[in-house]
């Protein structure tokens, strides 16, 4: 048979760099590939994995893929002993570590982290502005740097003499909030927007707690971090080890 009688050449397979490929084809997208998720779904996922939470705004496009149907990522994150958490009137979608029925703990990709005293003071700064400003009907809420290290400032313990090291703190209080998502913007800005995800991290009573335990700290006799059972831990909603994480690895 000569190659006129063999027919047309199988057309080569779609890659991953056909645009058309995301939205038309949930085939295999690589040699051995056994998964089930569609691309876009499978970004979903990853973005989750690497990701404290993300937003409406911060992954629009995850965001749209997610609500449409959540059932095949929570699925997965189910597989790695997480589940998935939605909340459609914020926009907020972040991950936790699932506890078994009958107690105990099930092996675990989150690692625990507590907040710095500096870190958890301006969550509650945070989540105050952000419920004083959604109570006074504003759909966003803004924060200036110089207000926040004046807040810092201003519940230092009254023991406490290394203004300058508490100003550094502060500092870099602010750029760990803006690395995990919480304040939006350019990490060298003097305005951040705080993004909604403040309200999904400090419950209100949760939020009752810390303000307790700042009163507390400002006459305590020591200016440690927040202790991991009164902190907010970063466990609750992401802190992923280092082998599926990415920005967030430690």
Known sequence: MSLDDAGPSPAPAAGWDDPGRELTS???LFEGDDGSLELPQRRVLVAL?????ITARSHPTEWRTLTANPRPVRSRLNDLFLDLHLDPVREVAYKRQVVPEGGGRFPTLLHDTAWTREETILMVYLRTRSRSEEVAGAARTYV???DMLEHVAAVRPAHATDQAG???RAVKAIESLNRAGLLVGASTA????VSPAIDVVLPLERLQELLRWITAQQHS???APAPADNAPDLDSIDGTASGFSGEDAQ
């Open 221 to 223: 006799a020591a200016s």
């Open 190 to 193: 003097d305005r951040f927007e």
């Open 144 to 146: 200036d740097r110089q």
């Open 26 to 28: 949930s085939v295999a």
């Open 166 to 168: 508490d100003g550094r």
């Open 49 to 53: 994995l690497k990701q404290r939470f």
